[in-house]
């Protein structure tokens, strides 16, 4: 083909593009939907990599049923105003399907008082168990005002813990081991922000809706 006649074929082209704008729009989708099962792809891929640190790590508290079905994983801030909205609806897919297994990882991201308020839930659990630590985790989520020491020892005493259990345990190396391995574990998975989930094999980044976690529930019991 000569200069001549691709100049001629190019402004043909773009002449019928013109003409034609629907054909980009779909060639645009076709293309968003082509990046979207990569991604879907490559995030099966990386939780199947990683699927022991995800759901069978004994640093995470488990919530919900321990023997579920479906697992869920959490990655969470509780200074996240986005998982303060999905801890609610969170709540209430577990109570209303009763056959899932939620794990809880730590991810503090949002500065100091995310990273205090992280330290002082996994010193309750050390102090505590597994069941102090739910009573706090539900506490922190509806915590408002600057996340404090005193402030948190207080909330602690308010729902009947024991606060001084609690500090005594916030220099345990557990503590920053904790957050040390969910951080890097994020990394690995390319979770960057709060909340982000991971339903079965499927990962979801942001704030789902309880009407909405419960199809990807169904969807992701139905191939296994």
Partial sequence: MSEAERAAFRAE????LLDNPEVLMEA????????????????????AANADALFASAYDVVLGNPEGDIT?????????????????????????????????????ILGEQSVLASRFAIATRIALGDEG??????ALMEMRGDVTEPALMALAEENGLDS?????????????????????????LAISGTP???????????????????????????VN
Avoid: W
């Fill in 196 to 222: 982000s989930f991971v339903f079965g094999d499927q990962m979801v980044r942001g704030y789902v809706p309880l009407d909405a976690m419960i199809e990807i529930v169904d969807m992701v019991r139905s």
């Fill in 133 to 138: 630590y739910a009573v706090i985790h539900d």
């Fill in 72 to 108: 869920i994983v959490e990655f969470m801030d509780y200074r996240c105003g986005y998982c303060r909205r999905a801890h609610p609806e969170v709540v209430d897919l577990l109570e209303l399907d009763g056959n899932i297994r939620l794990v809880v990882k730590e991810f503090p």
């Fill in 28 to 47: 645009i989708a076709v293309l968003e939907n082509r990046q979207a099962a990569a991604e879907v792809e490559r995030d099966a891929m990386a939780v």
């Fill in 13 to 16: 082209v773009r002449a019928y």
């Fill in 164 to 188: 001084a259990a609690i500090m005594a345990a916030m220099g345990d190396p557990l503590i920053e081991a904790t957050i040390e391995y969910n951080h890097a574990l994020a990394q690995r």
